[in-house]
C-alpha cells in the first residue's frame, strides 16, 4: 500500500469541505502541499487553496492522472457527470472517496469502471481546525487495506471511524448538519445572556467558550451526557430552572427531529 508521504491526492471540488480535508491533511505534516491538486470550474475559491501552496487546475482529467487518491467534493447531482468525464481516466490504483450525500456506494460502482477501489467519506467542516468528525465506509473493490490507509491519512483531520454504508445518513444528519445547529444554539445561549444585559461581543465569546468546554469534556471525560448534566444541577439551583425552561421548549425533540430531517433529506439526494 501507499507510503503516505509519497501519496498523491487530488479533489474534484473547490468547495468548503474539499478545503476543510485539505487543510486538516495538510496541517499533518505528513503530506506535502506540492502532492495535492484541486479542479474546479471556477477559480473563485482557488485562492485559499494557492495560500496553502496546492496547484489548482479546472481539468478534473488533470487531477485523476496527478492522483491516487480523488475525492470527489461536488455537489450530488453534479457526480454522475463528474464520474462520466473521468472514467477513461481512472485505473486499478485509484481510490475513488466520494463525499456527496445520498450517493450510495452501489451507485457509485455503477458508474465507476468495473472493480474500482471506492469509498464513501462523510467529514464535517471542524477538520479544518482537525477537530472533526468523519464516517467511511468502503465499497466492496476497497480492501480493509485502503481503508484503514484512509482513516490514518484523514485522523490528522479529526476523529475518524469506519462503519457500514447504513450509518452514512445518519452520520450526516448528526455531525455534518449537526455543526449548524450548534450554531444555532450558540447564537441563541448568547442572545440570551445579551437580554440579560451582558454586551454581545463578550456574550458570543463566552457562548462559543462554552460549548468549546462542554465538547472537550464530554469527549474527553468518558462520561454519559445525562452524567455530567446531573453534575452541574444542585437542587433548587439556576440550572435546573434553565433546564425546565429547555424541556417546556422542546429542545430535546426538536434537536431529535433536526437530526431525523436532516438524515431523511441525506437518504432523498441520492434518488434524485
Given at each position: 500500500?501507499?507510503?503516505?508521504?509519497?501519496?498523491?491526492?487530488?479533489?474534484?471540488?473547490?468547495?468548503?469541505?474539499?478545503?476543510?480535508?485539505?487543510?486538516?491533511?495538510?496541517?499533518?505534516?505528513?503530506i506535502p502541499p506540492s502532492s495535492v491538486i484541486v479542479s474546479a470550474p471556477s477559480?473563485?475559491?482557488?485562492?485559499?487553496?494557492?495560500?496553502?501552496?496546492?496547484?489548482?487546475?479546472?481539468?478534473?482529467?488533470?487531477?485523476?492522472?496527478?492522483?491516487?487518491?480523488?475525492?470527489?467534493?461536488?455537489?450530488?447531482h453534479l457526480l454522475p457527470t463528474v464520474i462520466n468525464g473521468i472514467s477513461e481516466?481512472?485505473?486499478?490504483?485509484?481510490?475513488?472517496?466520494?463525499?456527496?450525500?445520498?450517493?450510495?456506494?452501489?451507485?457509485?460502482?455503477?458508474?465507476l469502471p468495473g472493480g474500482s477501489r471506492v469509498m464513501r467519506l462523510m467529514p464535517?467542516?471542524?477538520?479544518?481546525?482537525?477537530?472533526?468528525?468523519?464516517?467511511?465506509?468502503?465499497?466492496?473493490?476497497?480492501?480493509?487495506?485502503?481503508?484503514?490507509?484512509?482513516?490514518?491519512?484523514?485522523?490528522?483531520?479529526?476523529?475518524?471511524?469506519?462503519?457500514?454504508?447504513?450509518?452514512?445518513?445518519?452520520?450526516?444528519?448528526?455531525?455534518?448538519?449537526?455543526?449548524?445547529?450548534?450554531?444555532?444554539?450558540?447564537?441563541?445561549?448568547?442572545?440570551?445572556?445579551?437580554?440579560?444585559?451582558?454586551?454581545?461581543?463578550?456574550?458570543?465569546?463566552?457562548?462559543?467558550?462554552?460549548?468549546?468546554?462542554?465538547?472537550?469534556?464530554?469527549?474527553?471525560?468518558?462520561?454519559?451526557?445525562?452524567?455530567?448534566?446531573?453534575?452541574?444541577?444542585?437542587?433548587?439551583?439556576?440550572?435546573?430552572?434553565?433546564?425546565?425552561?429547555?424541556?417546556?421548549?422542546?429542545?430535546?425533540?426538536?434537536?431529535?427531529?433536526?437530526?431525523?430531517?436532516?438524515?431523511?433529506?441525506?437518504?432523498?439526494?441520492?434518488?434524485?
Amino acid at each position: 500500500m501507499e507510503n503516505l508521504s509519497q501519496l498523491k491526492i487530488g479533489f474534484i471540488g473547490a468547495g468548503n469541505m474539499a478545503f476543510a480535508i485539505s487543510q486538516g491533511i495538510l496541517k499533518s505534516g505528513d503530506i506535502p502541499p506540492s502532492s495535492v491538486i484541486v479542479s474546479a470550474p471556477s477559480k473563485n475559491n482557488f485562492a485559499r487553496f494557492q495560500a496553502m501552496g496546492v496547484a489548482v487546475t479546472h481539468s478534473n482529467e488533470e487531477v485523476v492522472d496527478f492522483s491516487c487518491l480523488v475525492f470527489l467534493a461536488v455537489k450530488p447531482h453534479l457526480l454522475p457527470t463528474v464520474i462520466n468525464g473521468i472514467s477513461e481516466h481512472i485505473t486499478p490504483q485509484h481510490i475513488i472517496v466520494s463525499m456527496a450525500a445520498g450517493i450510495t456506494l452501489a451507485t457509485l460502482e455503477e458508474l465507476l469502471p468495473g472493480g474500482s477501489r471506492v469509498m464513501r467519506l462523510m467529514p464535517n467542516l471542524p477538520c479544518m481546525l482537525q477537530e472533526g468528525a468523519l464516517l467511511l465506509a468502503c465499497g466492496t473493490g476497497a480492501s480493509q487495506e485502503v481503508g484503514a490507509l484512509l482513516k490514518t491519512l484523514l485522523c490528522s483531520c479529526g476523529l475518524v471511524e469506519v462503519g457500514p454504508e447504513t450509518w452514512i445518513d445518519a452520520h450526516t444528519g448528526l455531525s455534518g448538519s449537526g455543526v449548524a445547529f450548534v450554531y444555532v444554539f450558540a447564537e441563541a445561549l448568547a442572545d440570551g445572556a445579551v437580554k440579560m444585559g451582558m454586551p454581545n461581543t463578550l456574550a458570543q465569546r463566552i457562548a462559543a467558550q462554552t460549548i468549546l468546554g462542554a465538547g472537550r469534556l464530554l469527549r474527553d471525560g468518558g462520561k454519559h451526557p445525562a452524567q455530567l448534566r446531573a453534575e452541574v444541577c444542585t437542587p433548587g439551583g439556576t440550572t435546573i430552572h434553565g433546564l425546565h425552561a429547555l424541556e417546556k421548549g422542546g429542545l430535546r425533540a426538536a434537536t431529535m427531529g433536526a437530526v431525523e430531517a436532516a438524515t431523511l433529506r441525506a437518504s432523498q439526494l441520492g434518488r434524485k
